[in-house]
């Protein structure tokens, strides 16, 4: 597995580095086994250093997890701890889907727009929103199942995929009543 460390206008030793790619082997190795790469990123905000870590399994799915400590190494072991209760949570699930795809997850590019929402209660004269900021994502091909387990692995309220039963783009969501939302456009009743 890759693993890359980085710090965000922090200098990371080459201690820390060690210690975070030996601690990250280790733990992946014994949840999921087939991890492709890692992205461990420190940073600092105000008094405590963050950490965020991002795993790609060899699936195609992806986990992440945060935290915040006094200390760096605590925010790492923090980070760590929840990385490791995800793919706790789903490892089973995650061997499952596995067994029954024989290919890794496809994706394909699309274009990820944040929009400005106007400050005023009034509309705008011009009813063209301001970009604020253009990014490339990925939507993936998943089964629902899978979307459900990304949408939680990644900690997000929002997923859209390809629903691999029948290529159309669907979304699933988290509601307010702590469900999932599904919606695919395909099963609207003409």
């Keep these: 597995m890759r693993i890359q460390v980085n710090g965000k206008h922090i200098d990371v030793g080459e201690s820390l580095t060690s210690h975070v790619e030996g601690r990250l082997n280790e733990s992946v190795i014994k949840y999921s086994e087939r991890a492709v790469e890692a992205v461990v990123t420190f940073s600092k905000d105000r008094h405590e250093f963050v950490s965020d870590a991002t795993v790609h399994l060899s699936t195609g799915l992806t986990t992440k997890a945060q935290a915040r ?9 923090g980070c760590l701890e929840r990385m490791e209760k995800q793919l706790r949570r789903y490892k ?99």
């Design 69 to 77: 400590a006094t200390d760096i190494y605590d925010a790492f072991e």
């Design 92 to 190: 089973r699930r995650l061997k499952d889907h596995h067994k029954e795809r024989t290919n890794p997850i496809e994706a394909f590019e699309a274009q990820y727009h944040i929009i400005d929402r106007p400050v005023e209660e009034d509309e705008p004269e011009s009813l063209k929103p301001v970009i604020v900021a253009e990014m490339p994502t990925e939507v993936k091909t998943l089964s629902v199942g899978e979307a459900v387990m990304q949408l939680e692995l990644d900690g997000a309220n929002l997923l859209v995929f390809r629903n691999e039963s029948h290529g159309a783009i669907n979304v699933v969501y988290q509601r307010e009543d702590g469900n999932i939302g599904w919606i695919d456009p395909r099963n609207i009743a003409s």
